[in-house]
């Protein structure tokens, strides 16, 4: 790795951004990856479909993270110049694809989360924020229902579908948690309006999934315990790969161009 | 690749108020509704459409190739049936 990492300034507004725009582009990441590998044509373009909406999403959020920030970052250095323990995205979503099942389950999971977020986040009071929610609820309103209608046909599918739709379920259920939980710095932004309290969401979020899940005919986790570390940057070891595939072309050629 | 669990499906597509559905392509889905998220997915990406239909191409009853002759070129001799004998008065302008 020939070109170090930036310096981030993170101050609450900055932090709380960039951790969105991390979301965005770490699971945008994962869908791309299966560009040319999906079962089938249909789904190859509705996984890169939902990439590029999610990358439009970190664009515009490390924007304004630069903005806010006002130290000459951009989104670029923002992608490209970070390491892992700067990486502030759930951990949920830098889970591996693993089978078509597990990357839909994880989908799910998320975007009925990010569905319900972002049209809590059309209130806030900072107007750029606002504005980023608006366009991308449109977008996660379709992510769920896209990845709802998979899983009700994976677990009310075959055998095999069904079981390794269970086996996903479980497998990424103690990653969900994180995406309610908020620290000290995010706690000052709810109270001024322009964060929205994630726990509020929980309760809609539990609904949504359970009724999928149940129409799916497959069940959730029993599990409380909940796996968190990737909003300070405490990452599984799967960030690592993904980052040094994603960044190699700027950490080996600085500021290439083509 | 077309397995039974997956059958074709024709895609038409809206672009407009006011125009008709025109057929774009095909695609292969489970069932209805996944059908119509493939369409959305597949051929309304750069903008082209307000509506969408998807009909199973099982249900298309289409016209025999080798019938061609006595279907169609019964009507090729019928020039009179294209309305362009009639003189248009000018202040009609574009018809």
Redesign the interface.
């Known amino acids: 790795m020939a070109t170090p990492s930036i310096k981030v300034s993170e101050t609450p507004l900055v932090l709380y951004t960039l951790r969105r725009a991390d979301d965005a582009l770490i699971l945008g990441h994962r869908l791309s990856e299966w560009c040319g590998h999906a079962p089938m044509l249909e789904e190859d373009m509705a996984l890169a479909n939902m990439a590029l909406d999610l990358l439009g999403q970190a664009r515009e959020l490390y924007s304004y993270a630069a903005e806010v920030e006002g130290k000459g970052n951009d989104e670029d250095k923002f992608a490209y110049l970070r390491d892992v323990r700067q990486y502030r995205n759930l951990l949920l979503l830098e889970q591996p694809n693993g089978d078509f099942a597990c990357t839909m389950v994880r989908q799910f999971f998320y975007a009925a989360f990010a569905d319900l977020y972002w049209r809590a986040m059309m209130k806030s009071c900072d107007p750029t924020l606002a504005a980023i929610a608006a366009k991308s609820e449109k977008e996660s309103a379709y992510h769920i229902r896209h990845s709802s209608e998979w899983i009700v046909r994976l677990g009310d599918g075959t055998e095999e579908s069904h079981r390794r739709a269970q086996i996903a379920i479980d497998d990424l259920w103690a990653y969900t948690g994180e995406m309610f939980a908020i620290d000290d710095s995010e706690r000052g932004l709810i109270d001024a309006g322009i964060a929205i309290d994630p726990a509020s969401l929980r309760a809609q979020w539990l609904k949504t999934v359970s009724e999928v899940v149940s129409e799916a005919t497959l069940s959730l986790p029993k599990g409380e315990w909940m796996q968190q570390g990737g909003r300070s940057g405490r990452h599984s070891e799967h960030l690592g790969h993904l980052l040094s595939e994603l960044q190699s072309m700027q950490r080996t050629f600085p500021g290439a161009t083509w | ?1 077309a397995t039974p669990n ?1 059958p074709l499906w024709e895609v038409f597509i809206r672009s407009r108020n006011g125009l008709a559905h025109k057929h774009v392509g095909s ?4 069932d209805a ?2 059908a119509l ?2 369409a ?3 051929y309304t ?1 750069r903008g082209e459409g307000l509506s969408i239909w998807v009909v199973p191409s099982n249900a298309i009853t289409a016209s025999d190739p080798s019938e061609k002759g006595m279907m169609f070129e019964p009507a090729e001799s019928k020039i009179y049936r294209h309305p362009t004998f009639y003189d248009v008065p000018e202040e009609v302008g574009h018809m």
């Open positions: 690749m997956t695609l292969h889905a489970n509704t996944m998220q493939a959305r997915d597949i990406r």
